[in-house]
T-cell receptor, first 116, second 114 residues
Framework: EPEVTQTPSHQVTQMGQEVILRCVPI?????FYWYRQILGQKVEFLVSFYNNEISEKSEIFDDQFSVERPDGSNFTLKIRSTKLEDSAMYFC??????????????FGPGTRLTVL | AQTVTQSQPEMSVQEAETVTLSCTYD???????LFWYKQPPSRQMILVIR??????QNATENRFSVNFQKAAKSFSLKISDSQLGDAAMYFCAYLTGTASKLTFGTGTRLQVTL
């Protein structure tokens, strides 16, 4: 069964460093998402991406964040200068489109980012 | 802004028994969708069940069913014949037809005991 994959599973970085989190969405999906979950808190929407551009972003998704689909398969989240408060689990999700936002979003296993 | 509230941080159920997890939401939209996601210790989010707001009939998926009360903006999840594998964090989520982002509640941790 097709699934969303994410690498790495755990990333440790120093404050101020740049990190890139990678996701491979399901191959026939066209909408892509990043969510994050700070330990013990709820899952929060960061950004949605469609047709090679951002569809929507939250207030969390400031200038330090960027997303890219560099080739036909990967979808990346870059944090330019990490802060301690960026420590969280980052989930990638994708969905196919039938013109209905109700279609299921399939989630990856997450990348745990630890900023020291 | 849409909000989703789960008032039960933790619940416990005995194996084979039934448990109900509560969820309420606030929205001014008329067209929206509701979901329950399960997050086991592996942390991957798995869709359990979904409900379209325009449908009056409550959704059912095997042992999982919902009680959708649109006027009360309530969307509870009932798990029948609970199994050890049901132990997880359960998140209620909301999605409007005009946007595709999911808004999650704070979650309910479900323990299943022997």
């Amino acid at each position: 069964e097709p699934e969303v994959t994410q690498t790495p599973s755990h990333q440790v970085t120093q404050m101020g460093q740049e990190v890139i989190l990678r996701c491979v969405p399901i191959s026939n999906h066209l909408y892509f998402y990043w969510y994050r979950q700070i330990l013990g808190q709820k899952v929060e929407f960061l950004v949605s991406f469609y047709n090679n551009e951002i569809s929507e972003k939250s207030e969390i998704f400031d200038d330090q964040f960027s997303v890219e689909r560099p080739d036909g398969s990967n979808f990346t989240l870059k944090i330019r200068s990490t802060k301690l408060e960026d420590s969280a689990m980052y989930f990638c999700a994708s969905r196919k489109t039938s013109g209905n936002a109700y279609d299921e979003q399939f989630f990856g296993p997450g990348t745990r980012l630890t900023v020291l | 802004a849409q909000t989703v509230t789960q008032s039960q941080p933790e619940m416990s159920v005995q194996e084979a028994e039934t448990v109900t997890l509560s969820c309420t939401y606030d929205t001014s939209e008329s067209d929206y969708y509701l979901f329950w996601y399960k997050q086991p210790p592996s942390r991957q989010m798995i869709l359990v069940i979904r409900q379209e707001a325009y449908k009056q009939q409550n959704a059912t998926e095997n042992r999982f069913s919902v009680n959708f009360q649109k006027a009360a903006k309530s969307f509870s999840l009932k798990i029948s014949d609970s199994q050890l594998g049901d132990a997880a964090m359960y998140f209620c989520a909301y999605l409007t037809g005009t946007a595709s982002k999911l808004t999650f509640g704070t979650g309910t941790r479900l323990q299943v005991t022997l």
